[in-house]
Nanobody, 124 residues
Framework: VQLQASGGGLVQAGASRRLSCLASGRTFSTMAWFRQAPEKEREFVAALRWSGTTTRVADSVMGRFHISRDIAKNTVYLQMNALEPEDTAVYFC????????????????????WGQGTLVTVSS
């Protein structure tokens, strides 16, 4: 089982970036993105149930970030728009074997697998 995140890099404030997470080895019921900035705790960003019935986005990125998935490619995406320097962080992809209810999606303990992370740096 492997989660391979990609798409990070250096971008200017106001720009857009799309992160991808390829899941291999099995399918998952719930996938999510978290991020961790230097000297800060890991923070929930967005999650979705693979069935497409439920999505959740953190208030801090609501309206700017969007999570989606491509069933055929077994890939989840994080579209990030209007990036701000405060969005600078390592972004991690995570996955759970079971479907997660809305209230449990932001909890890192809900997830069974984690990718290696991809760094997004937003310059002002």
């Amino acid at each position: 089982v492997q989660l391979q995140a990609s798409g990070g890099g250096l971008v200017q404030a106001g720009a857009s970036r799309r992160l991808s997470c390829l899941a291999s080895g099995r399918t998952f019921s719930t996938m999510a993105w978290f991020r961790q900035a230097p000297e800060k705790e890991r923070e929930f960003v967005a999650a979705l149930r693979w069935s497409g019935t439920t999505t959740r986005v953190a208030d801090s990125v609501m309206g700017r970030f969007h999570i989606s998935r491509d069933i055929a490619k077994n890939t989840v995406y994080l579209q990030m728009n209007a990036l701000e320097p405060e969005d600078t962080a390592v972004y991690f992809c995570s996955a759970a074997r079971g479907g997660k209810i809305y209230s449990s999606m932001p909890d890192p303990a809900s997830y069974d697998y984690w990718g290696q992370g991809t760094l997004v740096t937003v310059s002002s």
